[in-house]
């Protein structure tokens, strides 16, 4: 989850294609399990977050950017 382009990131998360979080600013929300999933699923099927939002922490996102395998761009709804 972050800004975008010249804006400051509010918030940010390494997640590993494994699913675990390597890190994370504190004010990330918890991912739940089934929330990493979706998130590794984009990596197969690419487009499905996109379509469908992006959940952290039970909140919904709208993905605004991914650049496959790589980084995801999302805003608060």
């Known amino acids: ?3 975008y382009e010249d804006k400051a ?3 940010a998360a390494i997640i590993g294609q494994d699913g675990k979080v390597w890190a994370q600013t504190s004010n990330f929300p918890q991912v739940k399990v089934e929330e990493r999933i979706e998130i590794m699923r984009e990596f197969d ?5 996109t ?3 992006l959940y952290l922490g039970g909140t919904k996102y709208v993905v605004i950017g991914v650049e496959p395998g790589d980084v ?3 805003w608060k709804v």
């Open 1 to 3: 989850m972050s800004s």
């Open 9 to 11: 990131y509010q918030a």
């Open 45 to 49: 099927e690419p487009g499905t977050l």
């Open 51 to 53: 379509t469908m939002g």
């Open 72 to 74: 995801t761009r999302a």
